[in-house]
């Protein structure tokens, strides 16, 4: 099946930095949703992307789609230590596959 | 809240045991799906529906099975339980199928023992 690189695996940051992760995919993708997931919880969608090139924002999160189709990265910025949780990247066609996510910790 | 149910939340057995786990999609979508996530590895993609039918399927065991019924909500049927299979299980639900966004439940944590 098909596979998403998700980068990098871990961070570990300071309270006010700002954050970046992204994802490569081999194959060319609809849709790129970004998930957060905290412990024990379910994922919880932060952004959709649906056009190349589309630059999203939600509050201190940016993603963007790649114009390949095939990556797209998320941004945080001015990080907070709520921030602390495990990224996904998902990539949409006629499914939905995801990374095998980043774990961000915020050391305040 | 995502608006997606799942049922039970925890769920403890014993190995070679049959667990049906349930989930009610958002209202009006008609696409779910099913995840595995164990403790060490990511989101681990079963099988999908949409409005009834089979349309994808992961790395699903020959031990698992599901369907969606007509009102839309799904089991996933996990039969002869081995301890590996302990892990969270997620559903998830989206409106149809390529381009919208898909939303996750809570999650059932089951352990086999």
């Known amino acids: 099946g098909q596979q998403l690189n998700q980068s990098p695996q871990s961070m570990f940051i300071q309270e006010g930095e700002d954050v970046s992760m992204n994802c490569t995919s081999s194959s060319i993708f609809n849709t790129w949703l970004w998930y957060k997931q905290d412990p024990g919880e379910g994922p919880v969608l932060l952004i959709a992307l649906y056009k190349a090139g589309e630059l999203t924002s939600n509050g201190r999160l940016t993603a963007q789609f790649g114009i390949t189709r095939k990556d797209s990265f998320l941004n945080i910025s001015a990080s907070i230590p709520s921030d602390v949780g495990i990224y996904f990247c998902?990539?949409?066609?006629?499914?939905?596959?995801f990374g095998k996510g980043t774990m961000l910790l915020v050391s305040p | 809240d995502s608006g997606v149910t799942q049922t039970p939340k925890h769920l403890i057995t014993a190995t070679g045991q049959r667990v049906t786990l349930r989930c009610s999609p958002r209202?009006?979508?008609?696409?779910v799906y099913w995840y595995q996530q164990s403790l060490d590895q990511g989101l681990q993609f079963l099988i999908q529906?949409?409005?009834?039918?089979e349309r994808a399927k992961g790395n699903i065991l020959e031990r698992f099975s599901a369907q969606q019924f007509p009102d839309l909500h799904s089991e996933l049927n996990l039969s002869s339980l081995e301890l590996g299979d302990s892990a969270l299980y997620f559903c998830?639900?989206?409106?149809w199928g390529p381009g919208t966004e898909a939303f996750f439940g809570q999650g059932t944590r089951l352990t086999v023992v």
């Open positions: 998902a990539g949409q066609d006629s499914t939905l596959t």
């Open positions: 998830a639900s989206s409106a």
């Open positions: 209202s009006g979508d008609l696409s």
């Open positions: 529906y949409y409005n009834g039918e």
